[in-house]
């Protein structure tokens, strides 16, 4: 495994430019994802890269929620249980019901939970940019999911 140039959401002005995952397509996964989950969007929270290398959507079913979460840049998605705070949350990534199959009818990267909660591997770090390798040890997440789904400023 080796994480894309770009993960963290980090680069630098003299960097080509990296590629960015639409919020509109991103939103319309989200919708699809609810939608066979007999659920329903709650919340809606996206975001520039500038604030963090995420948008949200709140997914509720009954007294169940979900976090959704979006790379800005990659098409890469995840979930997490419950209502994510991301200045102070390091939830468990977790399978949310569908995601896997819909996110591939849609060409987006779901990675399972168990690669997103594993420690960080300095091998995956192969790819990215100086400026991303340099926040990753400011920042020193500790899980995969962690350097995908950030909020460092």
């Known amino acids: 495994?080796?994480?894309?140039?770009?993960?963290?959401?980090?680069?630098?002005?003299?960097?080509?430019?990296?590629?960015?995952?639409?919020?509109?397509?991103?939103?319309r996964l989200g919708y699809a994802v609810a939608q066979t989950l007999g659920a329903r969007i709650v919340k809606r929270d996206i975001h520039s890269q500038f604030a963090r290398s995420y948008h949200v959507l709140i997914v509720q079913?009954?007294?169940?929620?979900?976090?959704l979460l979006g790379h800005t840049v990659h098409p890469i998605i995840a979930s997490v249980a419950g209502i994510v705070d991301p200045y102070v949350d390091q939830r468990p990534f977790c399978?949310?019901?569908?995601?896997?199959?819909l996110a591939v009818s849609f060409g987006v990267t779901s990675y399972p939970p168990t690669m997103l909660n594993h420690r960080v591997e300095e091998a995956w770090l192969s790819n990215l940019a100086p400026v991303e390798v340099r926040e990753i040890r400011v920042w020193k997440p500790q899980r995969m999911g962690d350097i995908l789904f950030n909020y460092w400023d």
């Open 61 to 67: 079913t009954g007294q169940t929620a979900w976090s």
């Open 1 to 27: 495994m080796h994480l894309p140039r770009g993960s963290t959401g980090f680069w630098m002005s003299h960097d080509d430019p990296l590629p960015v995952f639409d919020p509109k397509d991103f939103t």
């Open 95 to 101: 399978d949310l019901p569908g995601l896997a199959a």
